[in-house]
């Protein structure tokens, strides 16, 4: 059964860092491009950053470049989001996503496949 799980999420204080995790199970992550995209309370979903299948295509939303990076091990078959200098503004919840193609889209809808979802907030 193909499965995407996030992991890492938690309170952290304004300033602070917190790296996040997708791993993949029932299949392998190789040849897919994934998304991190987040969900803040009463907002439509955002999306924070993606890697291509090779990891040769990256992106980031304006309000996360220069704070986040995206990386994946594909020999562990997990995704990273690396998070620094957080903001409350981040808070929300994180979901990792899958597109069935190697390139990233900026489309929402493109991704077929999605996590559970981790919670992170951002509060002193």
């Known amino acids: 059964q193909l499965q995407l799980v996030e992991s890492g999420g938690g309170l952290v204080q304004p300033g602070g860092s917190l790296r996040l995790s997708c791993a993949a199970s029932?299949?392998?992550?190789?040849?897919?491009?994934i998304a991190w995209v987040r969900q803040a309370p009463g907002k439509e979903r955002e999306g924070v950053s993606c890697?291509?299948?090779?990891?040769?295509?990256?992106n980031y939303a304006d309000s996360v470049k220069g704070r986040f990076t995206i990386s994946r091990d594909n020999a562990k078959n997990t995704v990273y989001l690396q998070m620094s200098s957080l903001k409350p503004e981040d808070t929300a919840i994180y979901y990792c996503?899958?597109?069935?193609?190697?390139?990233?889209?900026?489309?929402?809808?493109?991704?077929?496949?999605w996590g559970q979802g981790t919670q992170v907030t951002v509060s002193s």
């Open positions: 996503a899958l597109k069935s193609k190697a390139m990233c889209s900026r489309a929402i809808r493109a991704y077929d496949y």
């Open positions: 029932g299949f392998t992550l190789d040849y897919y491009a």
């Open positions: 890697i291509s299948s090779n990891g040769g295509s990256i």
